[in-house]
């Protein structure tokens, strides 16, 4: 502002050029900012069939999201294998616009113990839904990550709201899962990516 005032004494031609000047450089800036988006979520797949190298869990997955009778999950396997990808696909496909409503995610390893099932979770079980799916979803990342005690409070709950709300568990190691717990879900084994499947994504991105 300052600097605005100051140039308001120079010639009129000169001044409203400056001026012009500041405001581009200012909206470039913001454009730029603005388009940014990482290579993760850009090139993440946006249905539940551009999930790659996955056919067997797609195929079975398919069939649950075709007939909107989702069971209880539990994703499991490698790193960047797809698990988030696919159950968000889903996810966006059974809410549509009602997505942020009725579908609560959450880092388990950011939050791996016994209140965030007691607060967040429990408090969103309990809310009621009236559009289908009659059912909301909660996402548990890193589920493997929870304490055993989180773990037991989690399937005391999934007990309780199993009749309004949909749980999938997402880990690297189904062994960290307690036995109660996974008992409960459906499993889905995500396989490791081969190198030649990796390369061939990249090059299709590239």
Not at 154 to 172: A, D, K, Q
Not at 181 to 205: D, N, T, Y
Request: positive net charge; aromatic residues 12%; charged residues 20%.
């Amino acid at each position: 502002p300052c600097l605005v005032s100051w140039l308001s004494f120079v010639s009129p031609p000169f001044y409203f050029f400056l001026v012009f000047l500041r405001w581009l450089v200012a909206y470039s800036v913001q454009r730029s900012t603005m388009s940014f988006i990482p290579w993760t979520e850009k090139y993440r797949p946006k249905t539940i069939n551009d999930v790659k190298h996955q056919d067997e869990v797609v195929r079975m997955l398919n069939r649950a999201q075709e007939t909107r009778s989702l069971p209880h999950l539990l994703l499991y396997g490698p790193p960047g294998t797809g698990k988030t990808s696919a159950i968000l696909a889903i996810a966006r496909d059974l809410y549509k616009q009602h997505f942020k409503e009725f579908v609560l995610e959450l880092n388990a390893s950011d939050e791996r113990g016994i209140g965030i099932v007691r607060g967040k979770i429990k408090t969103f079980a309990q809310i009621s839904i009236s559009v289908e799916p009659r059912f909301k979803l909660i996402i548990l990342d890193e589920a493997d990550a929870m304490t055993a005690d989180a773990q037991s409070a989690l399937r005391r709950i999934m007990e309780t709201y199993s009749g309004n709300t949909r749980f999938c568990l997402i880990g690297n190691y189904v062994s960290r899962i307690i036995e109660p717990l996974a008992s409960r879900c459906a499993k889905f084994r995500f396989a490791p990516l081969s190198l030649a499947s990796v390369s061939g994504q990249l090059r299709h991105i590239v």
